[in-house]
T-cell receptor, first 113, second 111 residues
Framework: QKEVEQDPGPLSVPEGAIVSLNCTYS??????FMWYRQYSRKGPELLMY????GNKEDGRFTAQVDKSSKYISLFIRDSQPSDSATYLC?????????????FGAGTQVVVTP | DGGITQSPKYLFRKEGQNVTLSCEQNLNHDAMYWYRQDPGQGLRLIYY???????QKGDIAEGYSVSREKKESFPLTVTSAQKNPTAFYLC??????????FGDGTRLSIL
């Protein structure tokens, strides 16, 4: 079983809808959680970075962490065609272990005009 | 502009050949990383370095080698011992205790 599970999609939504993405994990020691966006043939771009449980909002993006359920989410409001990409979750036990980031396999999102 | 530059964007390897992928950063980051990305799989760590002249193996280091002679540079050599080298290779860097930022990758294929 993988440490981090993520539905590969594709997830297709109409423009303006809310995109809901999630990851589940098995290691209860994870404390730092990240979401990356990756366009085709490009490197991942850091979108959100959160510590422990709770919510974090940045513009149209909201990240949620529920450590009791070992579940993290990313919501994209008012989705645009430019949001079409693969979204990767990543997590780490401590800030000393950045070399030990665990990634999900990524969810492909398609926003249709 | 500060960033991470990977070159070349596309690379072809012949059987029995070693190839070297370049990664340079001008962000003054201490740590640098190499990942491999295969379709349907998450990024897998090959090697990482937190300081010049020091590096550690990641989860899939076999068939790869690295060096860190300068803070800005972390080249990856894919040796002939790596039997399945076709993949998208990503280099990343970070300040200590901060999230990683990525370059735009090198796609390696076998001739």
């Amino acid at each position: 079983q993988k440490e981090v599970e993520q539905d590969p999609g594709p997830l297709s939504v109409p423009e303006g809808a809310i995109v809901s993405l999630n990851c589940t994990y098995s290691n209860s020691a994870f404390q730092y959680f990240m979401w990356y966006r990756q366009y085709s043939r490009k490197g991942p771009e850091l979108l959100m970075y959160t510590y422990s449980s709770g919510n974090k909002e940045d513009g149209r993006f909201t990240a949620q962490v529920d450590k009791s359920s070992k579940y993290i989410s990313l919501f994209i409001r008012d989705s645009q065609p430019s949001d079409s990409a693969t979204y990767l979750c990543a997590m780490s036990v401590t800030t000393d272990s950045w070399g030990k980031l665990q990634f999900g396999a990524g969810t492909q999102v398609v926003v249709t005009p | 502009d500060g960033g991470i530059t990977q070159s070349p964007k596309y690379l072809f390897r012949k059987e029995g050949q070693n190839v070297t992928l370049s990664c340079e950063q001008n962000l003054n980051h201490d740590a640098m990383y190499w990942y491999r990305q295969d379709p349907g799989q998450g990024l897998r760590l090959i090697y990482y370095s937190q300081i010049v002249n020091d590096f550690q193996k990641g989860d899939i280091a076999e068939g790869y080698s690295v060096s860190r002679e300068k803070k800005e540079s972390f080249p990856l050599t894919v040796t002939s011992a790596q039997k399945n080298p076709t993949a998208f290779y990503l280099c990343a860097s970070s300040r200590m205790n901060q999230p990683q930022h990525f370059g735009d990758g090198t796609r390696l294929s076998i001739l």
